[in-house]
Structure formats: structure tokens, C-alpha cells
Nanobody, 127 residues
Framework: QVQVVQSGGGLVQAGDSLTLSCATS????????MGWFRQTPGKEREFVAA????????MYADSVKGRFTIARDNAKKTAYLQMNSLISEDTAVYYC????????????????????WGQGTQVTVSS
């Protein structure tokens, strides 16, 4: 049974850093992709960052480029989202998503690409 388990998150002040983790188990994602999305009440889910597990290709939303870094640990089957210089607009529930398939880069920002989702974790940035 595939599982995608998130950890990290919490309450921080503006300018602080936070790291989210996303561990996968029960499946093989070495040829697939992993993405991070976020959502605030009343708004649609928003793409944050993604990586291709096989090629190492990385992509970011413009709103987080230069502040967030997505990384992977192949041995641990875990992806990370390092968030620096956090601002109040980053406050949201963050979700990681994984899919074992090979997808073109343009598809990685689309939530429908991913088959498996984490439970979500709240990140609150106080200003």
C-alpha cells in the first residue's frame, strides 16, 4: 500500500525558515515525480514546486522562486521543501504529492498529474 506521509510545518515569524518533509513508502517513484502544493481557505490549490525523480528537473512557482528549494533523498525516498524568508502570504496548508509515472515537465505543476497525496500540514507565518 502506497503511503505519502508529511512532516514539518508549524507557526513561524516572517523571515524565518521551515522545512517540510514528504516520505513515500509502498511504491516505486524513482521514475516519477513529486510536487508540493498549498491551499488557503476559499482559494484554489496552488502549485509551489516539483521535481522529476528520474531526471532531477526542478521547477518552482514564481511566488516562491529564490526562497524555496525542493530536494530529494533517493535512499530515503523522501522529498523536502526548504522554505526561507517566509512571508505572511506563504501561510497555507501544504500538501505533497507523488506519482510513479514519467511526465513532461509542463505537467508537474498540475495537481491532476499526481496519484498519491500527503495528509497536508499547516504553515502559518506571522508578520
Amino acid at each position: 500500500q502506497v503511503q505519502v506521509v508529511q512532516s514539518g510545518g508549524g507557526l513561524v515569524q516572517a523571515g524565518d525558515s521551515l522545512t517540510l518533509s514528504c516520505a513515500t513508502s509502498g511504491g516505486t517513484f524513482s521514475g516519477g515525480a513529486m510536487g508540493w502544493f498549498r491551499q488557503t481557505p476559499g482559494k484554489e490549490r496552488e502549485f509551489v514546486a516539483a521535481l522529476s525523480w528520474s531526471t532531477g528537473y526542478l521547477m518552482y512557482a514564481d511566488s516562491v522562486k529564490g526562497r524555496f528549494t525542493i530536494a530529494r533523498d533517493n535512499a530515503k525516498k523522501t522529498a523536502y521543501l526548504q522554505m526561507n524568508s517566509l512571508i505572511s502570504e506563504d501561510t497555507a496548508v501544504y500538501y505533497c504529492a507523488a506519482d510513479p509515472g514519467l511526465h513532461p515537465s509542463w505537467a508537474l505543476r498540475d495537481g491532476s498529474t499526481y496519484s498519491y497525496w500527503g495528509q497536508g500540514t499547516q504553515v502559518t507565518v506571522s508578520s
